[in-house]
């Protein structure tokens, strides 16, 4: 099976471990005390033991009070374990690629984690990955062989012949991750769809369906796309002042003050727009994002007045069609484009595209049929609302057959192009199927215990102090 899925896996697996890193909180600033998904309290009707596990709750306090959970619980850290497998089956015959991962995540002024994957492919031998993240870098090594974290960790202080590790620097992308307002805008996330609260023994759950929630915001984001294409002079205030897109905004920024936005902001915006940015004040994110749309001064420092931009006082001012015309760098008619049928196709075609990606990561071509894909989202809690942890649950599959075959006539004497002969689908071949599931569990914890990585080797020289 093509290596290039090695790669991709692991990445996966990777951008799973951060996302549960990026989780860690730093600090509330809600107003609360940042442990308020902790405390016992009152239970708002929750441990009723006449409830019987697997009941769905519609109660709305109840549903309030687990979303609360979430996106105010501070968290010290995780302990998660997660698997990949990618199964391919063509004329009966089934390859199959399993990666197993475990590890932790610690937060604090600094989100710390310890990450060990490893990668069995039918008869081959295994292959393994390590990472850790630690004050803004990240040590990585991998190699071949059917190994287990503590016979790696045991080979990383060898004293004979220690396992080198190459250091890669962070630099600004660990401050983004562990920042209040990028924390608490992926905690948000979960406001955005409804949830599907469960007793289960000793708790509840709150599932989200991913897909589904993603098709929701579509449907909403395809109001917008029309009213783009009545008007496509509508400036970018009025853009703002469309409902979904205030709405949205709303929910995912609340909790999010201007000083959070714009110390979030500054991690990742060049350094001359990070400057310029007004001053943050005592007000809400999204009263800060209108306020520069409102700001002269910040536009002139932005754009410097010239042109393109010069005949417009704000970023309020600019409309969409200008805008997009601008950033394109030449003409540009955003009239021309029908952007809710653009809208409404992503929407209806997201499985699709899901599988996609998945033949495209292995390199897989051909016709696609009967896709499928589902991604469950959980979050685990006791009967005091405190949160336990969360777990992801996805599943891709579908089939794609091999394309039409190639020309198989010659031209006719005297010259001509080649004509083309079709082989009908009854005389292709079956069909590969294949199979994509993706599990990760997390479990919140105080103070997870990560390796102590002082005195091991560097593939570059020295030891990490």
Request: negative net charge; charged residues 20%; glycine residues 14%.
């Amino acid at each position: 099976m093509n290596k290039k899925f090695l790669c991709g896996a692991l990445a996966l697996l990777m951008t799973g471990a951060l996302f549960v890193t990026a989780c860690g909180e730093t600090g509330d600033n809600s107003g609360n005390s940042g442990n308020s998904g902790n405390q016992s309290g009152t239970n708002n009707g929750m441990g009723d033991p006449t409830v019987k596990p697997g009941t769905v709750i519609t109660d709305e306090e109840t549903k309030k009070a687990l979303l609360g959970a979430v996106t105010q619980t501070e968290l010290k850290g995780l302990t998660f374990s997660g698997s990949f497998n990618l199964s391919v089956t063509a004329e009966g015959a089934t390859q199959s690629q399993t990666i197993t991962a475990e590890g932790a995540s610690r937060f604090g002024t600094a989100v710390e984690a310890d990450l060990f994957a490893s990668l069995e492919a039918g008869e081959e031998e295994g292959q393994y990955y390590l990472l850790f993240v630690r004050e803004g870098a990240a040590y990585q090594a991998g190699g071949d062989g059917d190994l287990d974290f503590t016979s790696l960790k045991a080979q990383l202080k060898d004293k004979d012949d220690p396992l080198p590790l190459d250091k890669t620097d962070f630099g600004k992308a660990q401050d983004l991750l562990g920042s209040a307002g990028a924390v608490r805008l992926l905690k948000n996330l979960t406001a955005l769809s409804e949830g599907v609260i469960t007793k289960t023994e000793g708790g509840y759950s709150l599932e989200y369906d991913v897909i589904g929630g993603a098709e929701d915001l579509l449907s909403g984001a395809e109001t917008l796309a029309e009213a783009v294409d009545r008007d496509a002079d509508m400036t970018l205030s009025a853009l703002f002042g469309q409902p979904f897109v205030k709405d949205t905004l709303g929910v995912l920024l609340e909790g999010i003050t201007a000083e959070d936005l714009t110390a979030t902001a500054a991690l990742f915006l060049p350094e001359e727009i990070a400057s310029a940015l007004p001053a943050a004040g005592n007000s809400t994110a999204l009263g800060y994002l209108e306020s520069c749309l409102r700001s002269g001064a910040f536009y002139t420092a932005v754009t410097g007045g010239a042109e393109p931009w010069d005949d417009y006082k704000t970023f309020g001012e600019v409309p969409l069609g200008k805008l997009a015309g601008i950033l394109s760098g030449g003409e540009f008619d955003l009239g021309a484009y029908d952007l809710k049928e653009l809208v409404h196709g992503l929407k209806e075609g997201l499985k699709e595209k899901l599988f996609g990606l998945v033949c495209n990561l292995i390199s897989l071509e051909g016709d696609a049929a009967d896709e499928t894909a589902g991604i469950a989202l959980r979050f685990s809690f006791d009967d005091n609302r405190k949160l336990l942890g969360f777990g992801l649950d996805a599943l891709v599959t579908g089939s794609v057959t091999a394309p039409a075959a190639p020309p198989t006539t010659s031209p006719e004497e005297g010259g001509g192009a080649p004509e083309t002969e079709t082989l009908p689908a009854a005389k292709r071949s079956a069909g590969t199927q294949v199979r994509v599931s993706l599990k990760l569990e997390t479990t919140c914890a105080s103070a997870p215990e990560l390796f102590d990585l002082s005195g091991c080797k560097l593939s570059e020289g020295g030891t990490i102090k």
